[in-house]
Nanobody, 125 residues
């Protein structure tokens, strides 16, 4: 089992940048595929980005491709989401997710077994 804690959210102007971090407990972090999802008020939780256990494979939602970058540091048990050129429509609670022995292709909430509590990202126009 793994526990996930997100950080790095906040308020930023359109065009700005933020870097989210997700720290995982345990000694088997490299056994988990990781993902970032987001949920805006009134909307379903949606996939943002995923990364394989080794970090050599990533996937992105079309809406963030070219602006967001997912990465991981297995030595630090941490996954990151670098968000550039932020838009007001990126405003949401961002969640980190983990799936043991998964890969970067998981794009649905049911592809992940463990979730963090979320961090709020607000982009003002």
């Amino acid at each position: 089992q793994v526990q996930l804690v997100e950080s790095g959210g906040g308020l930023v102007q359109a065009g700005g940048s933020l870097r989210l971090s997700c720290a995982a407990s345990g000694r088997t972090f490299s056994s988990y595929a990781m993902g970032w999802f987001r949920q805006a008020p009134g909307n379903e939780r949606e996939f943002v980005a995923g990364i394989s256990r080794s970090g050599d494979s990533t996937s992105y939602a079309d809406s963030v491709k070219g602006r967001f970058t997912i990465s991981r540091d297995n030595a630090k048990n941490t996954v990151y989401l670098q968000m550039n050129s932020l838009k007001p429509e990126d405003t949401a609670v961002y969640y980190c997710a983990a799936e043991p022995w998964g890969d970067s292709r998981g794009r649905n909430t049911y592809d992940y077994s463990y979730w963090g509590q979320g961090t709020q990202v607000t982009v003002s126009s």
